[in-house]
């Protein structure tokens, strides 16, 4: 059934996800908009409510693929990403915001606490969905509220303990509900030393991860805790079984490192799907170790 959205909405049919994801992987949803505004999201999700069409929003793109098949629904892709500084240590910023754009804000105007964000792509509302972070630090433990949209089409305030913040998950990802904007909160820090903490963060990391020219997902299976709670890299079990010379058609292991999946060029959902299935299969022989799936399908 072809629906009519109302104009304002820009909703534009039969669109290919892989344009809009980093692995470019995934064949066309149904419908697609790029959201510019808080109001017009919150008219798109309410008008699919009434409508009985399932919707995804979706920020970057940078942790998430879709089945070749596309999405049965409405991608909506948000666009609005405000930041303001509130009080002196306290800073507004709207979901699609860049993290990257985040971690540049909170230094110009000294303010310490965010620079673990340095080089994580991706926008702030994709951020808390999965809580990224890195060495050790995470976004939910500087969120101090946020304002959502419920599954029933309220907006809603809520504090940093209704997000049920854990390693790279939120309630968002067990109660779907979208972020519109969230507060944080910084300390007074000094510049140069903020400075030389991204430098240094932002040059490990290069020496660590692909070019940013790949196309990638970012690490593709969650880390683990050993039995004293001690974390694990999933990259260590995966190295241990030859994760690197791995690949499925087109879905590779990047050389550089053992749990970043890749497109060679034209890899398909399948192709990752069978390259994790493969990869996961190895580790529970050699180690009896599940590992979980951290980058989000969508069929
Ligand atoms: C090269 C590379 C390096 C990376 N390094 C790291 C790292 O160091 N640490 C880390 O944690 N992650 C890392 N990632 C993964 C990724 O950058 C993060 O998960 C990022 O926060 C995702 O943001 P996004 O806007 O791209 O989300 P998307 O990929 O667009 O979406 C991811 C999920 O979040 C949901 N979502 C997006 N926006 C909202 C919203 N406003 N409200 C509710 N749900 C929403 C989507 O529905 C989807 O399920 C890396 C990725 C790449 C490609």
Redesign the pocket.
């Known amino acids: 059934m072809r629906i009519t959205f109302p104009k304002e909405l820009e909703v534009r049919r039969n669109i290919r996800l892989k344009d809009y ?2 692995i470019h992987v995934g064949g066309p949803a149904d419908y697609l908009a790029e959201v510019t505004t808080q109001t017009d999201l919150i008219n798109l999700y309410r008008y699919c409510l009434k409508q009985d069409i399932r919707m ?9 693929f879709f089945s070749e098949k596309g999405f049965r629904g409405l991608v909506a892709v ?1 666009k609005f990403g405000r930041i303001e500084q509130l009080g002196e240590n306290c800073i507004r910023a709207e ?1 699609g915001a860049q ?1 990257s754009a985040l971690n540049r804000f909170c230094l110009e105007h000294s303010l310490t606490g965010c620079e673990f964000s340095s080089g ?4 702030v ?6 809580n ?3 060495y050790g630090k995470n976004i939910g433990q500087c969120l101090s509220s946020a304002k959502i949209l419920t599954a029933d089409g309220k907006v809603k305030s809520v504090s940093n303990d209704y997000l049920e913040f854990s390693y ?1 998950s939120s309630r ?1 990802k067990r109660h779907p ?3 519109l904007e969230a507060e944080f909160q910084f300390e007074p820090g000094d510049y140069a030393e903020i400075k030389k903490r991204i430098d240094d963060i932002v040059e490990i990391r290069r020496s660590k ?2 070019p940013e020219t790949v196309r ?4 593709y299976f969650k880390n683990l805790k050993d039995d004293l709670g001690n974390p694990i890299a999933a990259a260590t079990y995966l190295d241990a079984v030859g994760s690197k010379q791995a690949s499925v058609g087109d879905a590779a292991v990047h050389i550089k490192h053992a749990n970043i999946f890749y497109n060679k060029g034209r890899a398909t959902a399948q192709d990752v799907l069978k390259l994790e299935e493969m990869l996961r299969e190895r580790v529970y022989e050699k180690f009896g170790v599940r590992l979980e799936r951290e980058v ?1 399908y969508f069929e």
Request: glycine letters at 20%; a neutral charge; zero cysteines.
């Open positions: 994801n980093s995804l929003a979706i920020g970057d793109g940078t942790n998430v948000i979901s993290f994580i792509p991706g926008t509302g994709g951020a808390i969905y999965g990224a972070g890195a790279r968002l509900a979208i972020v991860l692909p990638t997902a970012g690490s989000m």
